[in-house]
């Protein structure tokens, strides 16, 4: 799986706290390897977002993303339940 970041995304990245950034790389690792493994919890999301999808990090954090083709994913931010309200 190939992963684009968006500006939006790598902004965000930075600003994270260390373990999560830690445990975030964590996760992109496992995601590369299979995008629905349960320990991901990936869920499409809904509304004016249906074109979106998402993974949690941890309990709080989470990513957003789409799916360009089949072996590769566009990141467009990262953070709490407020990345749902703009994406770019």
């Known amino acids: 799986m190939e992963i684009e970041y968006s500006p939006k995304f790598s902004?965000?990245?930075k600003k994270l706290p260390k373990a999560v950034k830690e445990h975030a790389v964590i996760c992109e690792k496992l995601f590369r390897k299979n995008p629905f493994d349960p320990k991901l919890k990936t869920h499409?999301?809904?509304?004016?977002m249906r074109e979106y999808w998402a993974f949690s990090i941890s309990y709080s954090y989470r990513i957003g993303f789409t799916f360009l083709d089949r072996n590769l994913?566009?990141?467009?931010?990262?953070?709490?339940?407020?990345?749902?309200?703009?994406?770019?």
């Open 11 to 13: 902004r965000q990245f």
């Open 44 to 48: 499409k999301l809904h509304g004016t």
């Open 73 to 88: 994913v566009r990141f467009h931010s990262v953070g709490t339940h407020d990345i749902y309200e703009k994406k770019s």
